[in-house]
Protein backbone atom coordinates (compact mmCIF):
# COMPACT_ATOMS: atom_id res chain seq x y z
CA UNK A 1 0.00 0.00 0.00
CA UNK A 2 1.04 3.79 -0.74
CA UNK A 3 1.65 5.91 2.64
CA UNK A 4 3.25 9.69 2.75
CA UNK A 5 5.92 9.11 5.52
CA UNK A 6 8.88 11.61 6.90
CA UNK A 7 12.30 10.88 6.02
CA UNK A 8 15.31 13.20 6.24
CA UNK A 9 12.77 16.75 7.03
CA UNK A 10 10.98 15.52 3.91
CA UNK A 11 7.64 14.27 2.58
CA UNK A 12 8.07 11.08 0.55
CA UNK A 13 5.46 8.87 -0.97
CA UNK A 14 6.51 4.78 -0.62
CA UNK A 15 5.07 1.67 -0.86
CA UNK A 16 5.18 -0.78 2.13
CA UNK A 17 3.51 -4.46 2.65
CA UNK A 18 -0.43 -4.76 2.89
CA UNK A 19 -2.21 -4.59 6.47
CA UNK A 20 -4.91 -6.98 7.53
CA UNK A 21 -6.48 -7.51 10.57
CA UNK A 22 -4.93 -10.89 11.66
CA UNK A 23 -7.67 -11.83 14.00
CA UNK A 24 -7.90 -8.82 15.91
CA UNK A 25 -10.66 -6.64 16.41
CA UNK A 26 -11.54 -3.48 14.46
CA UNK A 27 -11.22 -2.76 11.00
CA UNK A 28 -8.92 -2.18 8.54
CA UNK A 29 -10.14 0.53 5.96
CA UNK A 30 -9.38 2.52 2.80
CA UNK A 31 -8.58 5.97 3.25
CA UNK A 32 -10.39 8.06 0.56
CA UNK A 33 -9.28 11.38 1.43
CA UNK A 34 -7.47 13.15 4.41
CA UNK A 35 -7.56 16.72 5.18
CA UNK A 36 -4.22 18.12 6.61
CA UNK A 37 -4.67 19.85 9.92
CA UNK A 38 -2.37 22.64 10.93
CA UNK A 39 -0.83 20.25 13.69
CA UNK A 40 0.52 18.08 11.12
CA UNK A 41 2.38 21.08 9.99
CA UNK A 42 3.53 21.91 13.14
CA UNK A 43 4.91 18.33 14.05
CA UNK A 44 6.64 18.23 10.47
CA UNK A 45 7.97 21.61 10.59
CA UNK A 46 8.90 21.47 14.36
CA UNK A 47 10.88 17.80 13.72
CA UNK A 48 8.49 16.67 16.47
CA UNK A 49 7.43 13.33 14.31
CA UNK A 50 10.51 11.42 14.21
CA UNK A 51 11.60 9.80 10.47
CA UNK A 52 9.16 7.28 9.52
CA UNK A 53 5.74 8.58 10.49
CA UNK A 54 2.82 8.39 9.02
CA UNK A 55 0.95 12.01 9.66
CA UNK A 56 -2.71 12.82 9.01
CA UNK A 57 -5.49 12.24 10.79
CA UNK A 58 -8.80 14.02 9.50
CA UNK A 59 -10.27 10.52 7.47
CA UNK A 60 -13.04 9.56 5.45
CA UNK A 61 -12.93 5.94 4.90
CA UNK A 62 -14.43 2.54 3.56
CA UNK A 63 -14.25 -0.31 5.51
CA UNK A 64 -13.06 -3.76 4.27
CA UNK A 65 -12.18 -5.77 6.49
CA UNK A 66 -14.21 -6.40 10.16
CA UNK A 67 -14.58 -7.78 13.15
CA UNK A 68 -16.25 -5.82 15.50
CA UNK A 69 -19.22 -5.76 18.09
CA UNK A 70 -20.49 -2.55 16.42
CA UNK A 71 -23.00 -2.65 13.50
CA UNK A 72 -20.42 -1.26 10.62
CA UNK A 73 -20.07 -3.48 7.66
CA UNK A 74 -17.76 -4.04 4.74
CA UNK A 75 -18.39 -1.22 2.40
CA UNK A 76 -19.92 1.74 4.76
CA UNK A 77 -17.72 5.08 4.27
CA UNK A 78 -16.93 6.58 7.69
CA UNK A 79 -15.54 9.33 9.41
CA UNK A 80 -13.34 8.85 12.69
CA UNK A 81 -10.92 10.56 14.34
CA UNK A 82 -8.15 8.90 16.50
CA UNK A 83 -7.82 9.95 20.16
CA UNK A 84 -10.05 8.36 22.64
CA UNK A 85 -10.48 9.56 26.58
CA UNK A 86 -10.65 6.48 28.97
CA UNK A 87 -13.43 8.01 30.96
CA UNK A 88 -12.27 7.20 34.26
CA UNK A 89 -9.05 9.31 35.00
CA UNK A 90 -9.03 12.27 36.98
CA UNK A 91 -8.95 14.44 33.84
CA UNK A 92 -11.52 12.85 32.22
CA UNK A 93 -13.60 13.34 35.33
CA UNK A 94 -13.35 16.64 35.52
CA UNK A 95 -13.75 17.25 31.36
CA UNK A 96 -10.13 17.38 30.44
CA UNK A 97 -10.27 14.61 28.17
CA UNK A 98 -7.72 15.38 25.87
CA UNK A 99 -5.47 15.98 28.68
CA UNK A 100 -6.02 11.72 29.30
CA UNK A 101 -3.18 9.58 28.57
CA UNK A 102 -5.00 7.30 27.01
CA UNK A 103 -6.40 9.72 25.01
CA UNK A 104 -2.79 10.43 23.84
CA UNK A 105 -1.81 7.45 23.84
CA UNK A 106 -4.36 5.96 21.08
CA UNK A 107 -4.18 6.69 17.51
CA UNK A 108 -5.05 4.90 13.98
CA UNK A 109 -2.59 2.98 12.33
CA UNK A 110 -0.13 3.91 10.42
CA UNK A 111 -1.84 7.63 10.13
CA UNK A 112 -4.37 9.25 7.80
CA UNK A 113 -1.68 9.64 4.70
CA UNK A 114 -1.73 5.91 3.77
CA UNK A 115 -4.01 4.02 1.16
CA UNK A 116 -5.29 1.58 4.39
CA UNK A 117 -5.16 2.25 8.13
CA UNK A 118 -5.88 0.40 11.00
CA UNK A 119 -9.29 1.15 13.60
CA UNK A 120 -9.26 -0.82 16.80
CA UNK A 121 -12.54 -1.72 18.03
CA UNK A 122 -12.69 1.60 20.84
CA UNK A 123 -12.41 3.69 17.87
CA UNK A 124 -15.25 2.24 16.07
CA UNK A 125 -17.26 2.45 19.56
CA UNK A 126 -16.51 5.87 20.33
CA UNK A 127 -15.39 8.05 17.51
CA UNK A 128 -16.65 6.67 13.87
CA UNK A 129 -19.86 7.17 12.33
CA UNK A 130 -21.53 6.71 9.00
CA UNK A 131 -20.46 9.72 6.69
CA UNK A 132 -23.95 11.71 6.04
CA UNK A 133 -24.93 11.09 2.26
CA UNK A 134 -25.38 14.89 2.01
CA UNK A 135 -22.20 15.37 2.45
CA UNK A 136 -18.88 15.09 -0.08
CA UNK A 137 -16.31 12.93 0.87
CA UNK A 138 -14.47 16.23 0.98
CA UNK A 139 -17.08 18.23 3.50
CA UNK A 140 -17.22 15.03 5.97
CA UNK A 141 -13.16 15.58 6.52
CA UNK A 142 -14.08 18.55 8.29
CA UNK A 143 -16.05 16.07 10.98
CA UNK A 144 -12.42 16.05 13.18
CA UNK A 145 -11.47 19.33 12.99
CA UNK A 146 -14.45 20.83 13.77
CA UNK A 147 -14.89 19.14 16.99
CA UNK A 148 -12.15 20.49 18.19
CA UNK A 149 -13.97 24.07 17.63
CA UNK A 150 -16.99 22.81 19.02
CA UNK A 151 -15.46 21.74 22.05
CA UNK A 152 -13.29 25.41 21.95
CA UNK A 153 -16.94 26.93 22.37
CA UNK A 154 -18.13 25.28 24.37
CA UNK A 155 -15.74 25.60 26.92
CA UNK A 156 -15.56 29.26 26.58
CA UNK A 157 -19.32 29.08 27.77
CA UNK A 158 -20.23 32.45 26.77
CA UNK A 159 -24.24 33.73 26.97
CA UNK A 160 -26.30 33.20 24.04
CA UNK A 161 -26.18 36.78 22.36
CA UNK A 162 -22.82 37.07 23.61
CA UNK A 163 -20.27 38.76 21.08
CA UNK A 164 -16.90 36.86 20.30
CA UNK A 165 -14.07 37.56 17.97
CA UNK A 166 -12.06 34.95 16.41
CA UNK A 167 -8.52 36.05 15.22
CA UNK A 168 -7.16 34.79 12.32
CA UNK A 169 -9.40 33.26 9.36
CA UNK A 170 -7.41 30.24 8.78
CA UNK A 171 -9.64 27.14 8.13
CA UNK A 172 -10.03 26.56 11.59
CA UNK A 173 -11.33 30.09 12.28
CA UNK A 174 -14.14 30.36 9.64
CA UNK A 175 -15.23 27.18 11.36
CA UNK A 176 -14.48 28.17 14.84
CA UNK A 177 -17.13 31.38 13.92
CA UNK A 178 -19.81 29.33 11.93
CA UNK A 179 -19.68 27.08 15.21
CA UNK A 180 -19.90 30.21 17.43
CA UNK A 181 -22.83 31.53 15.53
CA UNK A 182 -24.43 27.65 15.50
CA UNK A 183 -24.50 27.99 19.57
CA UNK A 184 -26.49 31.50 19.96
CA UNK A 185 -23.31 33.58 19.99
CA UNK A 186 -22.78 36.59 17.66
CA UNK A 187 -19.32 35.76 15.81
CA UNK A 188 -17.19 38.44 14.09
CA UNK A 189 -13.95 37.54 12.78
CA UNK A 190 -10.44 39.22 12.01
CA UNK A 191 -7.85 38.85 9.83
CA UNK A 192 -4.94 40.41 7.60
CA UNK A 193 -5.56 39.33 4.61
CA UNK A 194 -8.48 40.67 2.83
CA UNK A 195 -8.94 37.50 0.75
CA UNK A 196 -9.63 35.61 4.25
CA UNK A 197 -12.37 37.96 5.48
CA UNK A 198 -14.17 37.91 1.92
CA UNK A 199 -14.47 34.12 2.56
CA UNK A 200 -15.93 34.72 6.11
CA UNK A 201 -18.29 37.05 4.59
CA UNK A 202 -19.10 34.88 1.84
CA UNK A 203 -20.47 32.76 4.55
CA UNK A 204 -22.43 35.41 5.82
CA UNK A 205 -20.58 36.15 9.06
CA UNK A 206 -18.75 39.86 10.08
CA UNK A 207 -15.81 40.08 9.10
CA UNK A 208 -12.78 42.82 8.97
CA UNK A 209 -9.10 43.10 8.53
CA UNK A 210 -9.35 46.15 10.69
CA UNK A 211 -12.56 46.47 13.64
CA UNK A 212 -14.59 49.20 13.96
CA UNK A 213 -13.79 51.74 16.74
CA UNK A 214 -15.15 50.87 20.32
CA UNK A 215 -15.47 47.48 19.33
CA UNK A 216 -15.66 45.29 22.39
CA UNK A 217 -15.64 40.87 22.70
CA UNK A 218 -16.90 39.07 25.40
CA UNK A 219 -14.96 36.21 24.30
CA UNK A 220 -11.99 36.00 22.09
CA UNK A 221 -10.98 32.83 19.86
CA UNK A 222 -7.08 32.66 18.72
CA UNK A 223 -7.21 30.72 15.65
CA UNK A 224 -3.97 32.55 15.28
CA UNK A 225 -0.69 32.23 16.99
CA UNK A 226 1.26 35.40 15.62
CA UNK A 227 3.03 37.86 17.63
CA UNK A 228 0.76 40.80 16.76
CA UNK A 229 -2.68 38.13 17.91
CA UNK A 230 -2.35 38.44 21.28
CA UNK A 231 -2.47 42.19 21.36
CA UNK A 232 -5.20 42.40 19.47
CA UNK A 233 -6.50 40.41 21.72
CA UNK A 234 -6.00 42.21 24.59
CA UNK A 235 -6.80 45.42 22.74
CA UNK A 236 -10.30 43.97 21.96
CA UNK A 237 -11.84 41.96 24.57
CA UNK A 238 -14.00 43.52 27.32
CA UNK A 239 -12.63 43.60 30.53
CA UNK A 240 -14.39 40.72 32.55
CA UNK A 241 -14.29 38.88 29.35
CA UNK A 242 -13.13 35.40 28.25
CA UNK A 243 -9.76 34.91 25.47
CA UNK A 244 -9.90 31.13 24.15
CA UNK A 245 -6.15 30.09 23.01
CA UNK A 246 -6.37 27.66 20.44
CA UNK A 247 -3.13 27.93 18.29
CA UNK A 248 0.58 27.76 19.69
CA UNK A 249 3.21 30.33 19.00
CA UNK A 250 6.23 30.59 16.98
CA UNK A 251 7.95 31.10 20.68
CA UNK A 252 7.57 31.44 24.15
CA UNK A 253 5.53 34.13 24.98
CA UNK A 254 2.03 35.23 26.88
CA UNK A 255 -0.18 37.34 28.64
CA UNK A 256 0.35 40.09 30.60
CA UNK A 257 -0.05 39.16 34.73
CA UNK A 258 -1.21 42.53 35.42
CA UNK A 259 -3.74 42.71 32.34
CA UNK A 260 -5.05 39.18 33.80
CA UNK A 261 -5.34 40.54 37.63
CA UNK A 262 -6.84 44.55 37.13
CA UNK A 263 -8.87 43.33 34.04
CA UNK A 264 -10.32 40.05 35.65
CA UNK A 265 -9.40 38.66 32.81
CA UNK A 266 -10.35 34.37 32.31
CA UNK A 267 -7.50 33.15 29.66
CA UNK A 268 -8.06 29.37 29.00
CA UNK A 269 -6.89 26.68 25.91
CA UNK A 270 -9.33 23.82 24.17
CA UNK A 271 -7.23 21.13 22.70
CA UNK A 272 -8.59 18.48 20.72
CA UNK A 273 -12.45 17.24 21.19
CA UNK A 274 -14.22 14.77 23.11
CA UNK A 275 -16.26 11.81 21.23
CA UNK A 276 -19.65 14.24 22.29
CA UNK A 277 -17.89 17.35 20.39
CA UNK A 278 -17.66 15.32 17.26
CA UNK A 279 -21.41 14.10 17.44
CA UNK A 280 -22.27 17.58 17.78
CA UNK A 281 -19.63 18.62 14.48
CA UNK A 282 -21.27 15.96 12.33
CA UNK A 283 -25.05 17.14 13.27
CA UNK A 284 -23.96 20.60 12.42
CA UNK A 285 -22.19 19.63 9.07
CA UNK A 286 -24.90 17.68 8.34
CA UNK A 287 -27.67 20.14 8.90
CA UNK A 288 -26.25 22.56 7.21
CA UNK A 289 -25.39 25.03 9.90
CA UNK A 290 -21.41 24.80 9.20
CA UNK A 291 -20.51 25.36 5.69
CA UNK A 292 -17.49 24.22 4.19
CA UNK A 293 -17.65 23.84 0.57
CA UNK A 294 -15.10 25.57 -1.46
CA UNK A 295 -12.42 25.63 1.90
CA UNK A 296 -10.62 22.96 0.45
CA UNK A 297 -7.63 22.26 -2.56
CA UNK A 298 -7.29 18.78 -3.10
CA UNK A 299 -3.75 17.35 -3.80
CA UNK A 300 -3.41 13.31 -4.76
CA UNK A 301 -1.24 11.66 -2.40
CA UNK A 302 2.14 11.88 -4.24
CA UNK A 303 1.75 15.44 -4.40
CA UNK A 304 1.36 16.08 -0.76
CA UNK A 305 4.92 17.96 -0.22
CA UNK A 306 3.10 20.80 -2.45
CA UNK A 307 0.11 20.58 0.26
CA UNK A 308 2.35 21.36 2.66
CA UNK A 309 4.14 24.40 0.96
CA UNK A 310 0.67 25.57 -0.57
CA UNK A 311 -0.46 25.39 3.15
CA UNK A 312 2.25 27.15 5.25
CA UNK A 313 2.72 29.93 2.77
CA UNK A 314 -1.15 30.62 2.59
CA UNK A 315 -1.62 30.21 -0.64
CA UNK A 316 -4.63 27.90 0.34
CA UNK A 317 -7.36 27.47 3.14
CA UNK A 318 -6.86 24.00 3.49
CA UNK A 319 -5.32 20.94 2.19
CA UNK A 320 -7.53 17.38 1.35
CA UNK A 321 -5.17 14.94 -0.12
CA UNK A 322 -6.95 12.45 -2.05
CA UNK A 323 -5.78 9.32 -1.26
CA UNK A 324 -7.88 7.14 -3.29
CA UNK A 325 -9.73 7.75 -6.33
ZN1 LIG B 1 -6.97 17.97 12.97
ZN1 LIG C 1 -9.01 9.48 31.00
Redesign the pocket.
Known amino acids: MKIAVIKNDKIETADTGTLSLNGRQGAVVKVLGCGLCGSDIVKFVHKISPDGTVLGHEIVAKITEINSETDFKIGDVIVTSHHI?????K??RHGN?SM????KSTNIFPGGFSEYVYLTEEHLLNVAHLKPDNLTNIEASFYEPLGCCVRAVKRANLKSGDTALVIGLGSIGILMAQALKASGINAVGCDLLPERVEVLKSFGLEAYTELPQNFEADGIFMTSGADKAIDTALKYVRSGGKILVFSSTPKNFGYANNEIYYRELTVMGSYSPSPVDLQDSLEMLKSGQVKVSGLSTVYELENIEQAFEDTMSNKIMKAYIEVTK
Open positions: PCGKCYCICEHF
